[in-house]
């Protein structure tokens, strides 16, 4: 059996219990996507797991975009400490 290596990624939000805030959620899509990408790699074929990885992202998506549009600053360091790319515009 293989095992992959995951860092987690944590951050001050962690500790302060605030779940809700959308840096705290999007940190944590980025965890379980990355855990996700590692596992697709050995498994294939794992056609749920796709398609639990295509929502997570869709999600991700969705919180990164709300976030762009009410504080500008903060998507931009959220995305930089990620190492994320930054998501287009229309």
């Known amino acids: 059996m ?17 779940k809700g805030s959308v ?3 999007v940190v944590s899509f980025t965890n379980r996507i990355r855990k996700l990408t ?12 796709q398609r ?5 992202l869709g999600k991700r998506q969705r919180l990164l975009a709300y ?5 500008r600053v903060r ?4 995305i930089g400490q990620l190492e994320i790319r930054e998501t287009k515009k229309n």
Request: cysteine-free; charged content about 35%.
């Open 2 to 18: 293989i095992k992959n290596s995951f860092s987690a990624i944590f951050f001050k939000e962690e500790n302060e219990d605030n």
């Open 23 to 25: 840096e705290f959620q």
């Open 38 to 49: 590692s596992h697709l790699e050995l498994h294939k074929k794992d056609y749920l797991s």
């Open 52 to 56: 639990g990885l295509r929502k997570i």
């Open 67 to 71: 976030l762009s549009k009410k504080n």
């Open 75 to 78: 998507y931009k360091e959220l």
